[in-house]
């Protein structure tokens, strides 16, 4: 990740940890599938920048988010595109999270 990349990301976090009802936060070495775990954020992070999320994040255009995370227009290619992210990593974070919660 570039320094300017870098920057808008760690500048958007006070509006996504703002707007969270809940932060889950791992602080440690890869253990009990959490290195899969990370590669899901971070494939689902990839893909939703790759589909240019942060043109929504305005003023303007903030009210079209709700639509997209819906998926109210299921035939639009470009949100069948972000519904089948979002489907292909709902089993890996589903499944790791069960996992990671039954053993604490």
């Known amino acids: 990740m570039d320094t300017v990349n870098k920057g ?3 500048g958007l976090m ?3 940890y703002s707007r969270a009802t809940q932060v889950l936060v ?3 070495p890869a253990a009990d599938g959490s ?3 990370m590669g899901a954020f971070q494939r689902i992070g990839q893909g939703v920048s790759d589909f ?3 043109s929504y994040l305005t003023r303007e255009r903030y009210h079209l988010v709700e639509p997209m995370v819906s ?3 299921p035939d639009d290619p470009a949100m069948k ?14 499944k790791l999270l069960e996992d ?3 053993k604490n």
């Open 100 to 102: 990671m919660m039954l």
């Open 71 to 73: 998926n109210e227009q």
């Open 35 to 37: 290195d899969v775990l």
């Open 14 to 16: 006070g509006v996504v």
């Open 52 to 54: 240019g999320i942060e």
């Open 81 to 94: 595109w972000l519904q089948e992210l979002l489907d292909s990593t709902v089993e890996v974070f589903v």
């Open 26 to 28: 791992w602080l440690g």
């Open 8 to 10: 808008q990301q760690v």
